[in-house]
C-alpha cells in the first residue's frame, strides 16, 4: 500500500494550496481519510479528517479556512487549503485508518510521505 501526497509549494499569506493523497494497493471507500502536519520544532498534529462528506473533523486551528474532501473512484482525499497563514507551515502528511478516532489519535495505520507547504508573510 502506498499513499502518495503531493500539491505543496511556497505560497504568499492569503493565499491557497490544494494538497492530494492518492493511495494504491488497496481500495479504501469505507475508511476513514485525513491530514496531519509537523511544523519545524513541533509534534505532528491532527489537521482533518473525512470518511463520507456528511463525516468531518477539522482542527479548530483551520476550521472555515481548510476544506477536506475525497474521490473513492481515485481511491484520493484532498485538503483545499484557503487563506492560508505562516503559521500553517509545515509537513502535511495523509494517513488512513478504518478506525477514525484512531486516525485523529496520530495512530492511523497507513501513512504517506510528506508535502512540504510553506507560508511566507
Known amino acids: 500500500v502506498q499513499l502518495q501526497a503531493s500539491g505543496g509549494g511556497l505560497v504568499q499569506a492569503g493565499g491557497s494550496l490544494r494538497l492530494s493523497c492518492a493511495a494504491s494497493?488497496?481500495?479504501?471507500?469505507?475508511?476513514?481519510m485525513g491530514w496531519f502536519r509537523q511544523a519545524p520544532g513541533k509534534e505532528r498534529e491532527f489537521v482533518a479528517s473525512i470518511r463520507s462528506a456528511a463525516s468531518t473533523f477539522y482542527a479548530d486551528s483551520v476550521k472555515g479556512r481548510f476544506t477536506i474532501s475525497r474521490d473513492n473512484a481515485k481511491n484520493t482525499v484532498y485538503l483545499q487549503m484557503n487563506s492560508l497563514k505562516p503559521e500553517d507551515t509545515a509537513v502535511y502528511y495523509c494517513?488512513?485508518?478504518?478506525?477514525?478516532?484512531?486516525?485523529?489519535?496520530?495512530?492511523?495505520?497507513?501513512w504517506g510521505q510528506g508535502t512540504l507547504v510553506t507560508v511566507s508573510s
Open positions: 494497493g488497496r481500495t479504501f471507500t469505507s475508511y476513514a
Open positions: 494517513a488512513v485508518d478504518w478506525l477514525g478516532d484512531k486516525l485523529r489519535r496520530g495512530d492511523a495505520g497507513y
